[in-house]
């Protein structure tokens, strides 16, 4: 039955409530709302909407088959992670059948005899991304900051619009532009410049031929700069005004608004935005490459040359002749899917930390 | 002790939207005011006007005098000093979800850089009294966010916030209209009680709520302000045919 069809009471509507009625105090006169017209029952077949309405059955059956597709959406990430995995044991066998576990802390890597071991890769990637870390979230949050709190309206789009575009430009366009631009200013301007006020600190030691791990780990922040600012912009925008102007009415500058109001409500969106832009470091490859010197040696001068996990399988795995070469440049793949799943897990677990008995996220 | 404010052609704009036209108005210290009138009508707009909540929206601006006490807030100080001056509560409780509920309501002072622990403690204390929510979190004050509390006690939460910073007024924004009839009579009866300490503005859609708790009315309709009175005059015998228009129910 449809309970549109059943006629209103016809009893008259009674009056609104006074308004004082409450109030200890005499009101004027009240007038009485009538209604214009009383509603009439009505007779005849069903309307057309309902008629279609009815036809529509319960959804029982679409509300199972979309959640069941959604399900299979979500299990085919499981599927994807397991295959990979699987694929990366299966074919680096012959390497962790020789090396064991051990294969992740040998230095070695020497096609010629056979000797393979993933550690300067993983200090090249670890080192080169954290460093790019460490230079580009700072930045990234003023970038963020000045878009969504500081910027004159008539600026953000543009500005927002060439962050983003510095988002979609090919890694190798980047790789070209640190070899011609980036390399000889660390190399002439900025390298002795290091050398000369941080020095003292042993990072800058040896040589300096412009390509090496600092060169590496700068082309790798402006690359993830607009990953990390962008994301984080437009989660600072989702905090409501509602917490800007409760900070604001306490009588709080700018500054305390942003960092009480709006950074501290988006934190844990931008640790995450963080975590993705540290992914796009760890797994680039092509920029890196290109500027990082390609020589896997752990040395404590950021000027020395590196090579990353990404880097070495780009570089070698077309002329990586025996079973064994081609095994090990596979286990480094390995290596480069553990070291990510680590990170990740350590990131994870510091936010965990910062928040844990804080409150909920929600807003 | 409160502050009185002396409102003298206040203007104000919305880009080109004329929001308040020429309002002048004294709101007498250590009493509650209320105001009332249809939605849109720019009560809100002037209680905004009062703290320079205003001017935070980008295409607002606003001009005239409005002087708390000796002070005209918009020539002698800054926004961020009126502020401290001027506590406000707003229509929506906005707690800051991510801080506890001492954090919360010690969020003003910590803020300003107050660090000294004893004085922040007894602060949150009398604040939480004061706003008549201390019973009801004082086991919890650490361990439970502020965004886990029931609308109501969030919105005294949000006094208790405004009233540690020792403000001079208190203003509020319809501060009960998002609350259940239980919660609204607490926070009148809150207000009651304040009164005695501050200035209380209070902007209301609900009569009965203004004729309970404030000594003064003042009827907004459109942009301006129609009439202002002692709510007795304004609510049995208004001067203006629009006031009694609208406090009977026959628009708004």
Redesign the interface.
Known sequence: MSLEREPEPSSPPTAPSLPMDAAPIHAPAIINFVAASEPVAQEGPPSPIRQYLSARGNGGLADRTFAAAMLVCALSIFAIVLFILTILIARSKLSLAQFGFGFFLRSAWDPVSGDFGALPFIFGTLTTSLLALAMAVPLALGVAIFLAELCPARLRAPISFLTELLAAIPSVVYGLWAVFVLVPIMRDQLGPLLVKYLGWTGFFGGYNFGVGMLTASIILAIMILPIISSITRDIMLAVPVSQREAVLALGATRWEMIRTGVLRNARIGIVGAVILGLGRALGETMAVTMVIGNHPEISKSLFAPGYTLASVIANEFTEATGDMYLSALIEIGLALFLVTIVVNAIARALVWAVTRGAPARSI | MGAGIDVEHLNAWYGTTHTLQDINLNIPANHATALIGPSGCGKSTFVRCL?R?HE?N?IARATGVVKMGDLDIYKDASP??????V??V?Q?P???????IYDNVA??LK??GFRNKAILDETVERSLKAAALWEEVKDELK??????LSGGQQQRM?IA??LA?DPEVLLMDEPASALDPVSTSKIEDLIFQLKSRYTIVIVTHN??QA??VAENTGFFLNGKMVEFNST?KI??TPSDKRT?DY????FG
């Open positions: 703290n909540m935070t980008p961020v000093d009126i502020r401290r001056r506590g406000m707003f929506r906005n707690p800051f979800p991510t801080m506890s969020s003003g803020l300003n361990k439970k966010s502020g965004a886990s949000c916030r405004a910073v009569m009965q004729a309970r007795d609510f049995t009694e406090i009977t129910g026959r």
